[in-house]
């Protein structure tokens, strides 16, 4: 008989998410930065995790002068800052000393609820993925982590 991809995942000590498909085709995923819950979009094509310049307070960051330029789908050359040593948890999976790029998410959010969609604290992108060994199940909408 033929094994789900979950239970073999579960069995390979993987973690399940439910992910939500926005109005605007993209997968919201809960997550907690530095014990403080936030909505994040799952951006596989992004290659760094990032939140937005108004989330330093609200994930307690620890700032410092970036010279890297964000390039993102509709900008360009956008200024940006670093935190790092960030504790992130989704789910159950959870990583240590994670730097964040910040930036300013305003064009996003702006988008997000043009489409009726609720605004976003940031973006999950493919260094968590990585680090995480992601496995998307794109038709059960749910993302897998390794513990």
């Known amino acids: 008989m033929l094994e789900t991809l979950e239970k073999f995942l579960l ?66 050359n956008m200024d940006t800052k670093m935190s790092i040593k960030n504790k992130v948890k989704i789910g159950k999976w959870r990583s240590t000393k994670t730097a964040l790029i910040l930036f300013n998410l305003t064009h996003v959010n702006t988008a997000l609820i043009n489409h009726k969609s609720k605004p976003v604290d940031g973006i999950i992108g493919a260094d968590i993925l990585k680090k995480g060994k992601a496995i998307i199940d794109y038709d059960k909408k749910y993302l ?3 513990l």
């Open 144 to 146: 897998y982590l390794k």
């Open 11 to 76: 069995k390979k000590n993987y973690i399940k998410v439910k992910l939500h498909l926005t109005k605007t085709n993209h997968f919201e995923i809960k997550a907690t930065i530095n014990g403080r819950k936030g909505l994040f979009i799952l951006d596989t094509g992004a290659s760094n995790s990032c939140v937005g310049f108004e989330a330093i307070e609200t994930f307690k960051l620890d700032v410092e002068d970036s010279e890297i330029k964000a390039a993102g789908a509709g900008d360009a």
